[in-house]
């Protein structure tokens, strides 16, 4: 069973500062998939980024970037220049491939983001 | 916007009750999945339905029952309320391409207390 392991659980951050956000995972398969979700307070869960396993190149997307760590299963979230709006829970999720909707959670991290 | 809708967003019942929850996934997606997230935690996958039949379905009890519907429409359907049953509901849905990984696009859920 594939398990995934969010070890903090309240993090801060200074406006315009960095942050990154730590997140383990368990598997046997080679092929899967890792997500970054961000979840509001509106309670609405929203994509940050994705990262295909077979990729060796790490995801980005503007302010946000992973660094995974397929050998050590490693999957950290890295935002920079952090903004107000950022503050909200963020999960990471593991799905394996061919897995059509069966996404794993972590406990989430709650970031905040302080002026 | 992900272009997933639930309803209702918020309501209450009575242990031992049944419940309804509805949720419209995005035109063209033909995999929709339901999550159960309690306070605090992440989301726990119940199950997913693709083309219309269950085809994959989490660690909860038979009570828990679903219908996926041609118009991209689906229900969440749970018998028998607990107190352990309050959380919020999240529908999901994708668009399932066979062995390559599909964006699953959260709605903003549904909050059941059971009194």
């Known amino acids: 069973a594939q398990t995934v392991t969010q070890s903090q659980p309240e993090m801060s951050v200074q406006e315009a500062e960095t942050v990154t956000l730590s997140c383990t995972y368990d598997?046997?398969?080679?092929?899967?998939?890792l997500f970054w979700y961000k979840q509001p307070p509106s309670r609405q869960m929203i994509l940050v980024i994705r990262?295909?396993?077979?990729?060796?190149q790490n995801a980005t997307e503007n302010r946000f970037s992973v660094n995974f760590q397929k050998a050590a299963k490693s999957f950290s979230l890295k935002i920079s220049d952090s903004q107000l709006g950022d503050t909200a829970m963020y999960f990471c999720a593991f799905m394996r491939g061919g897995s059509q909707g069966n996404l794993i959670f972590g406990k989430g991290t709650k970031l905040s983001v302080k002026p | 916007e992900t272009g997933v809708t639930q309803s209702p967003t918020h309501l209450i019942k009575t242990r031992g009750q049944q419940v309804t929850l509805r949720c419209s996934s995005q035109?063209?997606?033909?995999?929709v999945s339901w999550y159960q997230q309690a306070l605090g935690q992440g989301p726990q996958f119940i199950f997913q339905y693709y083309r219309e039949e269950e085809n994959g379905r989490g660690n909860f009890p038979p009570r828990f029952s679903g219908l996926q519907f041609p118009n991209y429409s689906s229900e969440l359907n749970v018998n028998a309320l607990e107190l352990d049953d309050s959380a919020l509901y999240l529908c999901?849905?994708?668009?399932?391409?066979?062995?390559?990984?599909?964006?699953?696009?959260f709605g903003e859920g549904s909050w059941l207390t059971v009194v």
């Open positions: 999901a849905s994708s668009f399932f391409i066979g062995t390559a990984g599909n964006t699953i696009y």
């Open positions: 990262q295909e396993a077979y990729k060796q």
């Open positions: 035109s063209g997606h033909n995999t």
């Open positions: 598997t046997s398969e080679n092929n899967y998939y």
